[in-house]
């Protein structure tokens, strides 16, 4: 059985930074496609960032690049975003996810077949 299983998140000041991390089990994902995606209250789950299977291609959302960056370890089949400069406006429920068939970087919620339980991000201005 596939899990992929989040840490980190939490409160954290206006300008201040958190790292999330996502952790792998029940197959390896290190030729595919992991990402992060979020969802505020009443709005849409919205793509964040993502990684290429190689780890040389990464994809951000406008709203983050340059604050946030995502970064991959094959050997532990695990998956992190480190957010800084945080804004209120990133406080939602973050997701981790994984493409069982994609190896580039998609942006789209279908592509991916795997979800985290999510962790809730809180940001205070």
């Known amino acids: 059985q596939v899990q992929l299983v989040q840490s980190g998140g939490g409160l954290a000041q206006a300008g201040g930074s958190l790292r999330l991390s996502c952790a792998a089990s029940?197959?390896?994902?290190?030729?595919?496609?992991m990402g992060w995606f979020r969802q505020a209250p009443g709005k849409e789950r919205e793509f964040v960032a993502t990684m290429s299977g190689t780890g040389v291609y990464t994809r951000y959302a406008d709203s983050v690049k340059g604050r946030f960056t995502i970064s991959r370890d094959s050997a532990t089949n695990t998956v992190h975003l480190e957010m800084n400069t945080l804004k209120p406006e990133d406080t939602a429920v973050y997701y981790c996810?994984?493409?069982?068939?994609?190896?580039?970087?998609?942006?789209?919620?279908?592509?991916?077949?795997?979800w985290g339980q999510g962790t809730q991000v809180t940001v205070s201005s």
């Open positions: 996810a994984a493409s069982s068939l994609y190896t580039g970087i998609p942006v789209h919620l279908s592509t991916y077949d795997y």
């Open positions: 029940g197959r390896t994902f290190s030729s595919n496609a």
